[in-house]
């Protein structure tokens, strides 16, 4: 049989510690983190994309639940009705490019938007809407924007910041 992907649970904050014991045994392991620029120069510069979790690849029937069961800072692979849930390799891909794109941006530039631009939501429930973006909200993927529908006041709407673009109020 091949090597398939399996999710691992571990304890709160012991993810690297885990992925370093596994890695250590010769296992393939995957542990998605986002490089962050903190507040505090302090703080953690990686947080867990997936907190609690990472991925490993292995043959269970040659390594056997209990590698995972007994390492130092694991709870168990997540299963469904008592069987270990593998998870698909173009899964993993997905993941590893969704965050090399997100690395690529610079989260702690300034924010592509002003308060008081005019935008136009282009993805999601409200795409197709025109909105006033207000802000970007402390995870800075997200923004607020204030939406106005039905000769309503403006609601303030709380989306992803890809879902916008800018409307170039030269152009309209």
């Known amino acids: 049989m091949a090597n398939l992907w399996y999710a691992l649970h571990v304890k709160p904050h012991k993810e690297p510690a885990v992925a370093g014991l596994l890695e250590a045994k010769g296992y393939e392991v995957y542990y ?44 168990g692979l997540v299963e469904f009705g008592g069987e270990p849930a593998s998870v698909p390799d173009n899964l993993i891909e997905e993941l590893k490019e969704r965050l090399a794109d997100l690395e690529l941006r610079d989260l702690s530039g300034p924010a592509p938007f002003e308060k008081g631009d005019r935008v136009r939501i282009v993805d999601g429930a409200f795409e197709g809407y025109e909105a006033i973006f207000d802000t970007t909200l402390p995870d800075r993927d997200r923004v607020q924007v204030l939406l106005t529908y039905l000769r309503d006041q403006p609601k303030k709407l709380r989306i992803d910041s890809s879902y916008l673009l800018k409307i170039d109020s030269k152009n309209d």
Do not use: A, D, M, Q
């Not at 510069?45 to 269970?60: A, D, I, N, Q, T």
């Not at 390594?63 to 709870?75: D, M, N, V």
């Open 32 to 75: 998605p983190v986002l490089h962050v620029k903190p507040v505090n120069p302090r703080s953690r510069k990686e947080r867990p994309f997936f907190p609690g979790y990472l991925f490993v690849c292995l043959e269970l029937s040659e390594s056997g639940l209990s590698i995972l069961r007994w390492t130092e800072g694991t709870h």
